[in-house]
RNA sequence: GGGCGAUUAGCUCAGUGGAUAGAGUGCUGGCCUCCGAAGCCAGAGGUCGCGGGUUCGAAUCCCGCAUCGCCCGCCA
């Protein structure tokens, strides 16, 4: 509805222009939805910013654009005003609104959906943790708002494919496996010292355990097998842990189109590239790009030529390569393989890696604007009142799944997005645990299913919902919400596009908020069949429109409670 | 020293150029013989961190300052 109201102001202010020597169109229409109701359905500023230009007061303006709104488009207003400085409000006929409902229980599980992506090919990538260890609340809060993003990208008309990229090549798989490997010495009584920055967790002892029942004393050292054997144990650590981690992730209602392993990818020698692997392909494009340094020994990427404030080793002195460099393979593989957006959701504490690869893109010849970054605060867990402290080198820290056992999927994943990404969020578990109005989550689930007991009580009556009478639904409260479910398909646009799933979640608690108040001032089954009936249509849009919000959150809209 | 983010009601947070700044929670007091009280209603509670600037208009944009978190590795 927006849309139409913009494409009318824009006739309008066309047709000023040739009436009144305006050079230069605005060229975007800005129409907002007004915080106050008294100021209209929609409101625009056109007024204002043409002033100016014409050299008139804005009110004049304001006149000059309503009266050459064209005439075929009016109809859908019941009356448009001119107010304050010189916004123009316009006011919807209730009959106009009342007819789109239908809309609504037409599309059904579709409500909500678009084209807006037009089918443009897209990644997120999230998640992404080193399988070096369990998920913790850091890596929930990254899979949820992830599996969020993707989904609400998904209704708005993108093929979005979602991908995990495994980091399990570097240091740090070699400590895990030396880490597994010296606990798996301590077992038969062989005592050597852990590695400085190794994993100190029981579930490495674990591990450990595991790999003795299944070798017996085999691993242990013989000069020729040492490296073979701490190999085996960084393998058989990685796959033990992956495995966890993709346990957790379906717990969590999260699932991967795409596991991208940075050792099988990038790599492996490829045929196609003259038995070269990607990463040392594209440290040769860079080379030939001049993008490239020796210094001190060492490999270096010249990012200041191209943005960051300093330059990144690529290759040590040693001969290894940099994660950085593995990470500018894999972005230049994304590319390659057809997305034309590249989303990232990391933790917070790699913002500094934003503008360097952002850099290494540019030196490449691509747009960096194709990759967007989703930067994600710490969470920090609250029992009551006090921050648990946790230290992931000692192992001390609580899992994603212990968490989730305790509050249950729903309750983990709203609160997760209940805050915009950017700000810290305070976890509290004792609010989380509460079956009651106190927990946002259940208000919403409340709502949907107390429709759904709405319903159960109205068959018992015969009655059902019917579009046929919704011209009785005159209470302002009915058109007010009947306005919010029609917006909110462009909820769901605003939310792909700002990447911010938590507005999609303020959208369900005022649904709610709105169910919950018309509930308790109406009766909804009354004697009056045709207004029940019309009721129950009303409601029955409302119960769709949560069921469809909370299934883009990955949340569980259950009938009963 | 440099960078990123944050600073809005007692607490947790929405609100990125519009009109009288919102929600939840907490506090006080009300509402079930009536479709589910996991609900609703009323009340109290804010110089939007501070100081400048930009403009018809600033919580929102720009500059400076303060406080907090994170980052500044030839680790990932």
Known sequence: MKEEIQKLVFESVKNLRSTNNIVDLPTEIEIEIPKRREFGDFSTNIALILAKKLGKKPREVAELVINNLPEDGRTIFKRVEIAGAGFINFFIKEETVINKLVEVEKLGEKFGESYLGRG????????????????????????????????????????????????????QMELLGLSVYRRYEELFGINKEMPEDGYYGEYIKEIAEKIKEKKGNALLETESSHEESIDFCKKYAKNKLLEEIRKDLIDLGVSFDS??????????????????????????????????????????????????SQDWVIVKRDGSSTYFLADIAYHYDKIKRGFKRLINVWGADHHSHVVRLKAALRALGFDESCLQVVLIQFVRLVREGQEISMSKRAGSYVTMREVIKEVGRDVMRFFLLMRSSDAHLDFDLDLAKKESSENPVYYIQYAHARIGSVFEKAAERELS???????????????????????????????????????????MQEIASDFHIYYNRNRIISDDPKLSSARLYFISCIKTVIKNGLRLLGVSAPERM
Request: aromatic letters at 10%.
């Open 120 to 171: 443009e090919k897209i990644i997120v990538e999230f998640v992404s943790a080193n399988p070096t260890g369990y998920l913790h609340m850091g890596h929930a809060r990254n899979a949820t708002v992830g599996d969020t993003i993707s989904n609400i990208l998904t209704a708005a008309g993108f093929d979005v494919t979602r991908e995990f990229y495994i980091n399990d090549a570097g240091r």
């Open 259 to 308: 596991w991208y392993s940075e050792q099988d990818e990038l790599y492996k020698p490829l045929k196609e590239l003259k038995d070269d692997c990607k990463l040392s392909a594209i440290k040769n494009t860079l080379k030939e790009l001049s993008a490239l340094e020796d210094k001190d020994g060492a490999l270096w990427f010249k990012a200041s030529c191209f943005g960051d």
């Open 465 to 507: 919902p019917s579009k046929e009478f919704l011209n009785l639904l005159t209470l302002p409260e009915e058109i007010e919400t009947i306005k919010k479910l029609l917006s909110f398909p462009e909820m769901v646009r605003e939310s792909a596009l700002s990447l911010a799933p938590h507005k999609l979640a303020f959208n």
